[in-house]
């Protein structure tokens, strides 16, 4: 056998037959050959490495995102180089973040060192647009539509009229709300779009939405606790449900009733968005948006792009699902 055939065996080349292949690839595992990556880039231009820009690392959702991910992406024998572009406290957006992320698109991603980019809840302006362009790689985008790329987006609208919704139509009128603090509007502006939601179902139900029940918060258990101690201590308002925009915060409100003293559901009902590994245990109605499958999606796209087998640039939607525990149950009559 000729080394040349060994060679496009090794390199999955579809013009060595399969029996072939199965032999080069047990006689390299036998001597534990493992095939150069730096001598397959030169060769084949290819790093066979898939870069993913994350805004936050020390959420659960885009954890969740990036295990979907890497584990698509392994699974096609890809490594993973992560860029994470949250400022040092992770929360408020300032002059060092906004230079990490310049640096991503001016000079990080011109060093040519990934086949490919993923790109979560990052909504792009014309120059990184443009400079993405200028690289001549595929680039994926989960969370919102962007312009003339392939991306898979999330009714934020929809998720949030779901649950507005299920509390209404267990009779609830009153119904609070926590969303993100503003730093969180950046990119796709979320909180507001699920405020939105929110405020529009409770109008087609005859109810005027009433500022003094929505709290902000950072879209954390402590931050939905802090938030909902806040609200549950107004005297102004009396709430009989809440609607968290995601289930961390809706896990620091169940926790914060409980603390004062109200009973779940009976006292308040609470639902979130997420479909949180926690959800589960403490009973939380919550809005499955499957984010792991979301990072599984996502990575199979960067594949079928990179394999030639997806020319279409689309928004797709994200399929998501209510999902009822012991949270949420039908007003309390007076």
């Known amino acids: 056998m000729s080394t040349a055939t060994v060679s496009r065996a090794l390199a999955g080349k579809s013009s060595v037959s399969p029996a072939t292949k199965a032999r080069v690839e047990a006689a390299a595992k036998q001597l534990g050959y493992v095939v150069s990556a730096a001598a397959s880039s030169l060769a084949s231009g290819r790093t066979r490495n898939v870069g993913v820009v994350m805004p936050y690392l020390d959420s659960w959702f885009f954890m969740a995102v990036l295990k979907g991910a890497?584990?698509?992406?392994?699974?096609?024998?890809?490594?993973v180089t992560l860029y994470h572009l949250a400022p040092a406290d992770g929360l408020e957006i300032d002059s060092?973040?906004?230079?990490?992320?310049?640096?991503?698109?001016?000079?990080?991603?011109r060093r040519q060192r990934v086949d490919a980019l993923i790109a979560v809840n990052l909504e792009l302006d014309?120059?990184?647009?443009?400079?993405?362009?200028?690289l001549s790689r595929p680039v994926v985008g989960l969370g919102g539509p962007l312009p003339?790329?392939?991306?898979?987006?999330?009714?934020?609208?929809?998720?949030?009229?779901?649950a507005t919704?299920?509390?209404?139509?267990?009779?609830?009128?009153?119904?609070?709300?926590?969303?993100?603090?503003?730093?969180?509007?950046?990119?796709?502006?979320?909180?507001?779009?699920?405020?939105?939601?929110?405020?529009?179902?409770?109008?087609?139900?005859g109810i005027e939405p009433d500022p003094l029940l929505v709290r902000h918060a950072n879209f954390t258990i402590e931050g939905g606790?802090?938030?909902?101690?806040?609200?549950?201590g107004d005297p102004r308002v009396h709430p009989t449900a809440i609607f968290a925009a995601s289930d961390e915060m809706a896990i620091g409100a169940l926790l914060a009733a409980r603390d004062l003293g109200r009973t779940v559901p009976g006292d308040l009902s609470i639902?979130?968005?997420?479909?949180?590994?926690?959800?589960?245990?403490?009973?939380?109605?919550?809005?499955?948006?499957?984010?792991?499958?979301?990072?599984?999606?996502?990575?199979?796209?960067?594949?079928?792009?990179?394999t030639g087998q997806l020319q279409d640039a689309v928004d797709e939607d994200l399929p998501y699902e209510l999902v009822v525990r012991r949270s949420t149950s039908r007003l309390r009559e007076a």
Not at 148 to 162: E, F, I, M, N, Q
């Open 96 to 109: 060092e973040s906004a230079q990490r992320r310049s640096r991503l698109f001016d000079e990080f991603l």
């Open 271 to 306: 639902v979130g968005i997420d479909g949180h590994d926690l959800a589960d245990f403490f009973g939380l109605t919550t809005i499955d948006q499957f984010p792991e499958v979301q990072g599984q999606q996502v990575a199979q796209i960067v594949i079928d792009e990179l």
């Open 126 to 134: 014309d120059h990184e647009r443009t400079a993405l362009g200028d």
């Open 225 to 232: 606790y802090d938030a909902t101690l806040r609200l549950l």
């Open 165 to 205: 919704d299920h509390l209404l139509a267990l009779g609830h009128r009153s119904i609070a709300h926590i969303t993100g603090d503003p730093d969180f509007e950046r990119d796709f502006q979320m909180p507001a779009t699920r405020r939105a939601g929110y405020e529009a179902s409770l109008v087609e139900a």
């Open 70 to 79: 890497q584990r698509t992406l392994a699974d096609a024998g890809y490594d």
């Open 148 to 162: 003339g790329l392939h991306t898979l987006s999330l009714d934020d609208t929809g998720v949030a009229r779901l």
